[in-house]
């Protein structure tokens, strides 16, 4: 079972970006997925989660900009990042708490590669 993330780039202060992670392999059931997002020489830090029933939290820093969903048929979680500003330029990574393989076999604190946003005029 692996994470994929993209979407990342190159955007204005302001603008909008959409991340999106994709869980592959042998999966039965993905539990909490979430975005965390680090900057050079700090540590990585939680952006938003959701559960797997869609309850949703998020950092007071991207409250009210950042929507975090997810598509339970397609295992994948996204980041829709509406006005932007460059103190969110970071590399934003997906994780997963949990993925079942089967009803009693799972892997756990799962990541993704990393995509890189950044934002600057």
């Known amino acids: 079972v692996q994470l994929q993330a993209s979407g990342g780039g190159l955007v204005q202060p302001w603008g909008s970006l959409k991340l999106s992670c994709a869980a592959s392999?042998?999966?039965?059931?993905?539990?909490?997925m979430a975005w965390y997002r680090q900057t050079p020489g700090k540590q990585r830090e939680l952006v938003a989660i959701?559960?797997?029933?869609?309850?949703?939290n998020y950092a007071d820093s991207v409250k009210g900009r950042f929507t975090i969903s997810r598509d339970n048929a397609k295992n994948t979680v996204y980041l829709q990042m509406n006005s932007l500003k460059p103190e969110d330029t970071a590399v934003y990574y997906c994780?997963?708490?949990?993925?079942?393989?089967?009803?009693?076999?799972?892997?756990?604190?799962?990541w993704g590669q990393g995509t890189l946003v950044t934002v600057s005029s």
């Open positions: 392999g042998n999966i039965f059931k993905v539990n909490a």
């Open positions: 994780n997963a708490q949990k993925i079942y393989s089967d009803p009693s076999t799972f892997q756990y604190d799962l």
């Open positions: 959701i559960s797997s029933g869609g309850n949703t």
